[in-house]
């Protein structure tokens, strides 16, 4: 039984509506879908239009992700946004005159040009317009871009840590007044609003994955998709999935588990680890973390492992150290 579909990776609101009946056809032929399923699709908010969004709602569509990004318009420009800020406005009050009570926008924090006043206005609109979920993220200079090119060229500004983390921290703080639950490092959402899709993802939940570069996992393995999409199409055409593989050993599990567990706010379940992997795994788990509970970066909460307000600016590190060889 299938409960998430996901169409995302790349823009899919750019496909007609006849493509998206294809995917759903070829889907229902051969998976038996929840008839609760949450289906969500990413879309730009140039892209979003009134006639699109009826279609999507008639085609089975009952979630939207939207890569707003910032509602100020140098940031766009600076990020090479295609949108403004004025369709980032727009397509929400669209969104939501056309029924969608279940949807999602993405937000940048960090960049050079976010003054923590604008950062604080962003945030302001979501609340203001009630937006049941969110996704932050900070900015990051991808090795071998056009941006980090820019940047040691001083075209651009650097990125400042010490910025994102105390605009990470009072986002914290300002979705908690608002009352959303951060169930996830970079997702905040209302009571009821998490995404069920992305949470199978943190709960290792196995999951198929259609497309260039789309990822499956079934509990023990990974596949990825070629991400050339001229070979992808033709491999299809030659009746072959071209797939990489890679076997996950139980240090490995072990590891996504504490990765991934750690990022959510149920965090990392002890006795499930004993149980899965043995108890000895649980009892060094326990003595390696006493160092982040001592600094108040972690809580034992009924023998679950989970990051403070500021042990979320180290997430990574910690699960780093926490890690198996």
């Not at 959402?189 to 995404?195: D, L, V």
């Not at 079934?218 to 999409?229: H, L, P, Q, T």
Request: proline share 3%.
């Amino acid at each position: 039984m299938i409960d998430t579909i996901y169409f995302g990776g790349g823009t899919p609101s750019i496909l007609s509506i006849d493509d998206l009946v294809l995917i759903f056809d070829a889907l229902r032929k051969k998976f038996m879908i929840n008839g609760n399923a949450e289906i969500t699709l990413e879309a730009n908010p140039d892209d979003i239009t009134s006639e699109k969004l009826l279609q999507w709602k008639q085609v089975g569509i009952n979630r939207l992700s939207i890569g707003i990004q910032s509602f100020v318009e140098e940031e766009l420009v600076w990020m090479n946004r295609a949108h403004t800020a004025t369709e980032s406005l727009a397509c929400i009050d669209k969104v939501i005159e056309a029924g969608f009570t279940n949807f999602s926008i993405d937000l940048i924090y960090g960049s050079p040009l976010l003054s923590n006043e604008s950062w604080k206005r962003n945030v302001d609109i979501v609340i203001a317009k009630n937006i049941p979920h969110i996704s932050c993220y900070a900015l990051t200079v991808e090795p071998s871009t056009a941006l980090e090119k820019q940047i040691a060229q001083h075209k651009k500004l650097p990125v400042d840590p010490e910025k994102q983390a105390a605009q990470f921290l009072s986002l914290m703080d300002w979705m908690q007044q608002a009352g959303y639950d951060h169930y996830e490092i970079s997702n905040f959402a209302k009571p009821g609003m998490h995404s069920k899709h992305n949470s199978s993802y943190w709960q290792g939940i196995h999951y198929f994955g259609f497309g260039p570069s789309a990822h499956s996992f079934d509990g023990v393995s990974r596949k990825w998709n070629i991400a050339n999409n001229t070979l992808y199409i033709q491999s299809l055409k030659n009746n072959i999935i071209p797939f990489e593989e890679e076997k996950l050993t139980v240090t490995q599990q072990l590891n996504e588990y504490i990765m991934t567990s750690l990022r959510t706010m149920e965090g990392l379940d002890l006795g499930f680890v004993a149980q899965k992997f043995g108890a000895e795994f649980s009892s060094k788990i326990l003595v390696a973390s006493s160092k982040y509970e001592a600094t108040s970066k972690i809580k034992n909460v009924t023998n679950k492992i989970i990051l403070t307000k500021e042990g979320k600016l180290f997430a990574d590190g910690i699960a780093a150290d926490l890690f198996f060889d």
